[in-house]
């Protein structure tokens, strides 16, 4: 459907028609194909904002799904980077990267939304996995990072603002969540995504209740990301 050799409108159906688990072991070896995958070139232009090389001791990805972000955040880190996901089927990909750099490399089959190690880590990062956090699980999901976080480490991720109705995509958005409300109301185990969840304004309220400086970097990546912001939450020195 995206790529002659990703997955067929069928494969596709039949994902979202298992749980959020089921669905992404079954899409794992051809994920990399898809949009769902947070693009290199976007990521290359966020990686300045995870820190210099060699600048942290350990960083996690959360969501990790294949490991995307983890090219970025690896370098970064000179002791550990984590990859966190819930889905076997996507780490057992993730787990055929080889990173060169001097942190040891881990893949960790858990809930992003378990409790973490307090400070422990010194950045952490999550991309295109914000659809599947839902708005209560918003704040304990912000407060479990910020626990998670060494005093002056960082969380970074991408937002973009609530689109207006006169705006195409928030009908598209809109129209996709009212899909995946009938699917959930009809079969069981749901499948948990949905658009429009953690915008700029929702994403900069939940990571400053939980403690964190927020800023918001707008107009700094190319085409076609331009809608979207790098958000840089950063947990305030002792
Ligand atoms: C769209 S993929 C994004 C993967 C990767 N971060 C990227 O940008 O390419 C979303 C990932 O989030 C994972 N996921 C969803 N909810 C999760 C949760 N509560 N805990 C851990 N992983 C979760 C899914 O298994 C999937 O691998």
């Not at 990686?47 to 210099?52: K, R, T, V």
């Not at 958005?173 to 079969?187: C, D, I, K, L, T």
Request: one cysteine or more; proline letters at 9%; aromatic letters at 8%.
């Amino acid at each position: 459907m995206f790529d002659p050799k990703g997955p067929s409108l069928a494969e596709l159906a039949k994902q979202a028609f298992s749980s959020t688990n089921d669905g992404y072991d079954l899409l794992a070896p051809k994920f990399d194909l898809t949009p769902f995958r947070t693009p290199d070139d976007l990521l290359d232009q966020i990686a300045p904002y995870l820190g210099a090389p060699g600048s942290a001791a350990d960083g996690l990805d959360l969501c990790t799904g294949t490991g995307a972000a983890m090219r970025i955040l690896h370098p970064v880190c000179t002791t550990s980077a984590t990859g966190i996901d819930r889905s076997q089927g996507m780490l057992d990909v993730a787990r055929t990267r080889s990173l060169p750099g001097p942190a040891d490399l881990r893949w960790v089959q858990a809930d992003a939304m378990d409790a973490l190690p307090a400070e422990s880590v010194d950045v952490v990062t999550c991309f295109g996995a914000h659809g599947h956090i839902l708005r209560p699980q918003q704040q304990p999901f912000a407060n479990n990072i910020f626990s998670a976080l060494r005093p002056g480490g960082r969380y970074v991720c991408l937002t973009a603002d609530r689109p207006t109705p006169l705006n195409p995509a928030w009908w598209l958005a809109r129209s996709f969540n009212a899909v995946m409300h009938a699917r959930n109301a009809v079969r069981r185990p749901p499948f948990i995504m949905f658009y429009l969840l953690f915008t700029t304004e929702r994403a900069t309220d939940v990571l400053t209740t939980a403690g964190f400086d927020v800023a918001i970097d707008r107009d700094v990546l190319s085409r076609p990301y331009r809608s979207l912001h790098v958000l840089t939450a950063t947990k305030p020195p002792k």
